[in-house]
């Protein structure tokens, strides 16, 4: 079955650095998807953070994150990255790779990893 | 920029029906059928329900139903049971290629 696992997260301090990663199994063309990551801030709602097409080359982010927050992909884009500098206490969230379906929606999700930013 | 607004609660009895709003700010809701829906039972990843407005993601029973008028989409939950309990998002894919997300609304089954 279709899996997506993130790891990666953990308790950092502000202004520090952290990079989760998403591995998608389960199915076949894995190169041929795009991939989302989206956090959930405790207790709070789902917020979209970064997209990348399946060649990668386009990568599109939030106002929130970006120039801080990288999404990249490895050869043969079987891994996904998510690297975020200069981390706030605001960064803290559950952070979830999601695989891009073909109905205009998000049609599987990894089970999410936490991350803390705190002094 | 787009906005999608959601109830923060609904609640209904087990066995009856409820439905929740998402209304868009923008003409991509009333234009386009990329509306989504997602169900988040605590402490669980979201899963999606209905994708393009009205139709059942694989093994979602038939409980659940979308639908859309003008600006509003709507996700209905007939027969309720118990494991309905969950937080639920809509989701814009919009014409501008960007993700709007509805701030979600907390299902209580009573």
């Known amino acids: 079955q279709v899996q997506l696992v993130e790891s990666g997260g953990g308790v950092v301090q502000p202004g520090r650095s952290l990079r989760l990663s998403c591995v998608p199994s389960?199915?076949?063309?894995?190169?041929?998807?795009?991939f989302h990551w989206v956090r959930q801030a405790p207790g709070k709602g789902l917020e979209w953070l970064a997209f990348?097409?399946?060649?990668?080359?386009?990568?599109d982010y939030a106002d929130s994150v970006r120039g801080r927050f990288t999404l990249s992909r490895d050869n043969p884009k079987t891994t996904l990255y998510l690297q975020m500098n200069s981390l706030r206490v605001d960064d803290t969230a559950v952070y979830y790779c999601?695989?891009?379906?073909?109905?205009?929606?998000?049609?599987?999700w990894g089970q999410g990893t936490l991350v803390t930013v705190t002094s | 920029q787009s906005a999608l607004t959601q109830p923060p609660s609904v609640s209904g009895s087990p066995g009856q029906s409820v439905t929740i709003s998402c209304t868009g700010t923008?003409?991509?809701?009333?234009?386009?059928?990329?509306v989504s829906w997602y169900q988040q039972p605590p402490g669980t990843a979201p899963k999606l329900l209905i994708y393009?407005?009205?139709n059942r993601a694989s093994g979602v029973p038939d409980r659940f139903s979308g639908s859309k008028s003008g600006n509003t989409a709507s996700l209905t939950v007939s027969g309720l049971q118990a494991e309905d309990e969950a937080d639920y998002y809509c989701?814009?894919?919009?014409?501008?290629?960007?993700?709007?997300f509805g701030g979600g609304t907390k299902l209580t089954v009573l």
């Open positions: 999601v695989r891009d379906g073909p109905h205009w929606d998000l049609d599987f």
């Open positions: 389960g199915f076949p063309f894995i190169a041929t998807y795009g």
């Open positions: 990348s097409w399946n060649d990668g080359s386009t990568v």
């Open positions: 923008t003409s991509d809701v009333v234009t386009y059928n990329r």
């Open positions: 393009e407005v009205s």
């Open positions: 989701i814009l894919k919009t014409t501008a290629g960007t993700w709007v």
